[in-house]
């Protein structure tokens, strides 16, 4: 297949075009920041998904990494950057799948106003986009993930008593890989054929904690 990934050179970006391209795919990255990966295989566009956009022909799988935490920008880079990539590459009559990356926050709202918003929108947008391509057979799905480790989240990761008390507040007490998280959306984007408009939460179990007291 020809996939397309935004924010291929961030944390669950780049290992998504790993993930990919050890499947044997053709990969086209975007994101604002250089190539981090080299090979025959790949190929890499340094622009913003606010802006404009590159043209590629006879993409068959769109991944949607791209995002910030920056309060000021989630609305327009999140949100409307998404749409904006999602509809520009979903007119490809070759394509197959959409894969978006949403966040658990859009389910609890437990970040920031504008963040939250921003995730809580590309869930319900997935659904929207996935009622208007099922015509055409295009599966399109989202993944939430909790606590991944990525470098957008050194704050944390970083200082061990902040670490310990986000680990504690899911059921497995750990945080994902940006590994595991490309397997799951390479399994969303090739693998999967019969789901469709869903929104699948990755979070160690952080939602369903609960404390029963009798």
């Not at 799905?141 to 200082?159: E, F, K, Q, Y």
Request: hydrophobic share 45%.
């Amino acid at each position: 297949m020809k996939i397309v990934v935004t924010g291929s050179s961030g944390g669950i970006g780049v290992e998504v075009v790993k993930k990919f391209l050890a499947e044997g795919h053709e990969v086209i990255g975007i994101d604002i920041a250089p190539s981090k990966i080299e090979d025959a295989r790949y190929a890499h566009h340094v622009a913003d998904i606010r802006g404009e956009l590159p043209e590629i022909d006879d993409v068959e799988g769109l991944v949607l990494c791209a995002g910030t935490i920056e309060e000021a920008e989630a609305i327009d880079v999140n949100l409307c950057g998404t749409i904006k990539t999602a509809e520009k590459y979903s007119t490809s009559s070759a394509l197959k799948s959409v894969v978006i990356i949403a966040s658990a926050s859009a389910r609890n709202g437990a970040e920031f106003p504008q963040y939250v918003a921003s995730k809580g929108g590309i869930v319900t947008y997935m659904k929207n986009l996935a009622v208007r391509l099922a015509p055409r057979g295009v599966t399109v799905n989202s993944i939430s993930p909790g606590a991944v480790i990525t470098p957008m989240n050194r704050h944390i990761l970083n200082d061990p008593d902040k670490f310990r008390l986000v680990s504690e507040e899911s059921l497995l007490k750990k945080w994902a890989t940006p590994e595991e998280i490309a397997d799951w959306i390479y399994f969303l984007g090739v693998v999967n054929k019969s789901m469709t408009g869903e929104d699948l939460l990755i979070d160690n179990g952080e939602m369903l904690k609960s404390n029963f007291i009798w």
